[in-house]
Nanobody, 120 residues
Framework: VQLQASGGGLVQPGGSLRLSCAAS????????MGWYRQAPGKQRDLVAT???????NYADSVKGRFTISRDNAKNTVCLQMNSLKPEDTAVYYC???????????????WGQGTLVTVSS
């Protein structure tokens, strides 16, 4: 299974960006997909997750500004980021908890990371 993320870049404070991530390979199901971020010198932290049923969870710091969504048929997850702040600057990683087959165990995969820089 591979995760391919895209959509990062440079944006001014108050601006918007949309991140996308697509999972490919042998996939029976993906119960959970999400986004995490890691700022320089800090640990990787949860941003948002979404189940295959559509239940979402957000970090307090992004509630009301970020929206996570997914397309189960395409095995994709997106993160719409609005009202961006300089403190949102980080490398953003997508995550997918994948069942490759109905008999397999759940395995966690990470995308390669995409840099989001919020600066004037």
């Amino acid at each position: 299974v591979q995760l391919q993320a895209s959509g990062g870049g440079l944006v001014q404070p108050g601006g918007s960006l949309r991140l996308s991530c697509a999972a490919s390979g042998t996939i029976f199901g993906i119960p959970l997909m999400g986004w995490y971020r890691q700022a320089p010198g800090k640990q990787r932290d949860l941003v948002a997750t979404i189940t295959n049923g559509g239940s979402t969870n957000y970090a307090d710091s992004v509630k009301g500004r970020f929206t996570i969504s997914r397309d189960n048929a395409k095995n994709t997850v997106c993160l719409q980021m609005n009202s961006l702040k300089p403190e949102d600057t980080a490398v953003y990683y997508c995550r997918a908890d994948v069942l490759a087959t109905i008999l397999d165990r759940l395995r966690t995969y990470w995308g390669q990371g995409t840099l989001v820089t919020v600066s004037s």
